[in-house]
């Protein structure tokens, strides 16, 4: 493992390595599987595999974890991703009819990926993301996590690190699996606010009767509010240049304030964002309340929060049962980053830079060797790493899934004397 | 379903009608979820009649949605072929066989659910259809009538009060009083978050812990979502019951047709355009050289047979008839061909027993009506299907 330069993070004899030695197979079928013994949950489960060199083999699916990771340290993939429970095993597909082939049970999964805020963010673009920047992932993941349990009542949530600029949900309540396309392009509707795409300054169709919002984005703008003061004046001093300001000032709906403002702001060139959005509140507050002008005024203030703060959701992802998304505890290619899950309740002190790398994780496995005195490899090798916590994190995920299945056995089991 | 042990008892149930406040009607509402498959004779001619009458319909909504009509338009134009092919009256009209029109709803929809059972797509598309017509029928049902049809049956909604918490994702008339005054008598029914989609795609409900608060005035989505569902499962069901059809090649080019049929919306002149595409008249003594070098295989098929064994047995015999007349063969012509071709029979055994369906099957029997052999086809496919399923004999 000394060989290892940054200009190849992953190469494939390190990834061979990862996969035989560190890749938590059997902690990623508990989890898919939610009972012990295989399950059509594992074994009608596609996998797809990106070779190196782009190659991808669709339709693959194991009668148990040794079986996945066997053709895995054999085929050597890039990543895999997984996908739906079919209603045949994935890799007999060519044996049944093809309307007999169908999807039939999936985790409802979410992307939110930090290119959707290019337009927002001022620190980095495109592929780049920084422990900065990172705060607007955190914030989706609040308003997601917090919306799916409280409105959804969805429990078995697990958030992964997409390792370089995203984040992914898995949600695997028995409920959530059985979605079908319909119900959860309902679940996105529900979620979405911001329509991506460059125009971040289109009116927002939120409000009943074009005023209220609905209590389910309200108690979003509360958390929302506080991120947009913290994240968007303070740190990413997003109305700072002109470009910034002026498209802050599309978005207020009058226009005498928006010339006032546009002639301060102009002598002004260094005046700070938390003193722009001051101003903008100021000029609102000097109109008589009550006002049709003055409500609209106040409206477009929460509009402009939400535009720049809340979730910018990848809806595709979600929508389809059928959608493939990248298995927890790949390596991300360009950065060489295990995609690691991520704990909602600590996603503020979640840092992108500190998750650890391929080539790390086999260093710390040569230290280890050495003092131990170069023993047969084995299964559990994560655990002399600092992949161990979170590996910890997928399991304890994954038992509780597995105590739920139990205790449903067990309820029927009753039910049935 | 149509299970044959049934069927004895059903009829019994038919000779008793149901007690119910609704007078002595066997059918006490107009609108019908079709929980349960008739399970009484049919005649051939009811079996048929009934499932073209309805796919006019089917077919109807279909071509509105191709043509983006507006819901309005599209209500009108269903509720016109409705009155002229499948009229269902109120149970007020009490001058009005009811039953009767009822019945025949019921019937035509289970004999289009064989039909239609059979892909994904056709399933896909017979529930739109069929959805959509619910709703055109629930639209124009009288208030009473409707609410006791919602309390005919359980939907697993509660009922609740309103509660101040429901007040923020309640919509309403614009002015706040207004909204304060209607949210006060309104009635909430409480479901699973995804039994109402479309209301939650469009945060038109109040939701908590996977629950949706459903005001109302937003009920029908539930009962809209609860028809789709069931059906959805019923045609699943349907389609795992009947036997596989794959194998059976008379039957993939007639559903084939029949799809296309339902597309391009029940077509009464395919006939008339099979005939002037052929030109001339075609004679009996035709026959014999088209087949060789026109025909498709499967009628090529048939002609052999018909060559060889002097007969054909009475499912090839419907079918390759029809084929002819779509050729264009007249019906002096074709009851010379089929004479002929049953060379072992005498005249008047052929007088009886086949020149009747030859008449019939160019509309000159029977109820007269000349149904193109498209729609014929579909009548056989149907005969077919429905006998393997056992709701005819
Ligand atoms: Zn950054």
Excluded at chain 1, 141 to 161: A, C, K, N, P, T
Excluded at chain 1, 192 to 213: A, D, F, P, Q, Y
Excluded at chain 2, 157 to 171: A, C, H, M, N, V
Aim: charged letters at 30%.
């Amino acid at each position: 493992m000394s060989g290892m330069d940054d200009s190849s993070p992953a190469s494939p004899e390190v990834m061979l390595t990862f996969y035989r030695r560190l890749y938590p197979f059997k902690s990623i079928f508990n989890w898919l599987n939610h009972e012990h013994t295989p399950t059509r949950l594992f074994t009608h489960r596609e996998f797809a595999f990106t070779l190196q060199g782009d190659v991808y083999l669709r339709y693959n699916s194991f009668a148990t974890a040794d079986e996945l990771k066997k053709l895995v340290c054999q085929l050597n993939p890039t990543r895999f991703e997984i996908g739906p429970i079919y209603t045949t095993r994935p890799k007999d597909k060519k044996t049944v009819r093809a309307g007999a082939f169908n999807a039939v049970q999936r985790e409802l999964v979410f992307d939110i990926d930090m290119t959707d805020y290019d337009p927002i963010r001022t620190c980095c673009s495109g592929a780049d993301i920084c422990n900065r920047c990172w705060a607007f992932i955190s914030a989706a993941v609040h308003v997601i996590d917090q919306g799916i349990r409280e409105q959804f009542g969805y429990e078995h949530l697990l958030w992964v690190y997409s390792g370089r600029r995203g984040i992914h949900l898995w949600i695997s309540d028995k409920e959530a699996m059985e979605l079908t396309d319909d119900q959860r392009k309902a679940i996105v509707g529900w979620m979405t606010v911001i329509h991506g795409g460059k125009e971040s300054s289109k009116k927002l169709s939120i409000r009943l009767n074009s005023r209220s919002l609905p209590p389910s984005l309200k108690s979003a703008l509360d958390h929302l509010a506080a991120i947009f003061s913290d994240l968007i004046l303070a740190d990413q001093n997003c109305f700072g240049s002109e470009e910034g300001y002026e498209t802050l000032l599309q978005q207020v709906p009058d226009s005498r304030i928006v010339g006032d403002l546009r002639k301060k702001w102009q002598k002004d060139p260094t005046r700070s964002s938390e003193d722009k959005w001051m101003d903008l509140k100021e000029e609102i507050k000097k109109m008589d309340k009550g006002t049709p002008q003055r409500v609209a005024l106040t409206l477009a203030l929460e509009d402009i929060i939400f535009n720049y703060t809340y979730p910018r959701l990848d809806a595709e992802v979600s929508k389809h049962r059928n959608h493939l998304l990248k298995a927890p505890f790949c390596v991300h290619p360009k950065t060489g980053r295990v995609c690691v899950p991520v704990d909602p309740e600590r996603i503020d002190e979640f840092k992108p830079d500190r998750v650890p790398t391929v080539g790390q994780l086999l260093r710390e496995l040569d230290t280890v060797g050495k003092a131990e005195g170069e023993v047969e490899e084995h299964h559990s090798d994560w655990e002399k790493t600092s992949l161990k916590p979170y590996v910890d994190m997928l399991d304890k995920h994954a038992l509780r899934l597995m105590d739920e299945v139990r205790r449903s056995k067990r309820e029927m089991v009753d039910t049935s004397w | 379903m149509f299970k044959g042990a049934d069927r004895k008892s059903t009829i019994n149930d038919r000779a008793s009608p149901q007690v119910s406040n609704h007078g002595t009607l066997l059918y006490p509402y107009r609108l019908n979820f079709y929980d349960t498959p008739p399970m009484y004779d049919v005649t051939v001619e009811e079996f048929e009649i009934y499932a073209l009458d309805r796919l006019r319909i089917l077919a109807e909504i279909e071509s509105s949605r191709a043509r983006q009509r507006s819901w309005e338009e599209l209500k009108a134009v269903t509720s016109t072929q409705c009155t002229k092919y499948l009229p269902l009256n109120a149970t007020s009209a009490t001058s009005v066989d009811r039953d009767s029109e009822r019945r025949k709803d019921h019937l035509g929809h289970f004999v289009l659910r064989l039909a239609f059972c059979r892909s994904e797509e056709l399933r896909r598309r017979f529930v739109e259809a069929e959805l959509t017509l619910f709703k055109v029928r629930y639209e124009s049902d009288g208030y009473s009538e409707r609410e006791s049809f919602l309390s005919s049956r359980n939907f697993n909604w509660i009922p609740l009060k309103y509660r101040t918490e429901l007040f923020g994702s309640y919509q309403g008339p614009k002015s706040e009083p207004e909204r304060m005054e209607s949210f006060e008598s309104e009635r909430f029914y409480k479901v699973k978050w995804s039994r109402v989609p479309d209301l939650v795609q469009k945060r038109k409900v109040f939701l908590k812990g996977g629950w949706a608060y459903v005001p109302g005035r937003e009920q029908s989505s539930i009962v809209f979502q609860e028809f789709q569902v069931q059906l959805e499962k019923a045609l699943e069901v349907t389609a795992r019951s009947l036997p596989r059809l794959d194998e059976d090649t008379r039957i993939i080019p007639i559903l084939n047709n029949l799809s296309q049929g339902f597309l391009a919306g029940v077509p009464s002149d395919w006939g008339v355009a099979g005939r002037e595409a052929m030109g001339d008249d075609i004679k009996a003594e035709m026959v014999d050289e088209l087949a060789q070098k026109h025909f498709p295989l499967c009628m090529r098929t048939l002609h052999e047979n018909l060559r060889k064994d002097h007969h054909l047995k009475h499912f090839g015999r419907l079918q390759y008839g029809l084929f002819l007349k779509v050729l264009g063969l007249p019906i002096e012509e074709a009851i010379l061909f089929w004479r002929r071709s049953f060379s072992r029979i005498t005249d008047d055994k052929f007088n009886k027993e086949y020149k009747y369906n030859i008449r019939h099957s160019y509309g000159l029997e029977g109820k007269r009506a000349n149904y193109a052999a498209k729609s014929k086809s579909l009548h056989l496919d149907l005969l077919i299907m429905g006998a393997h399923i056992g709701i005819i004999q």
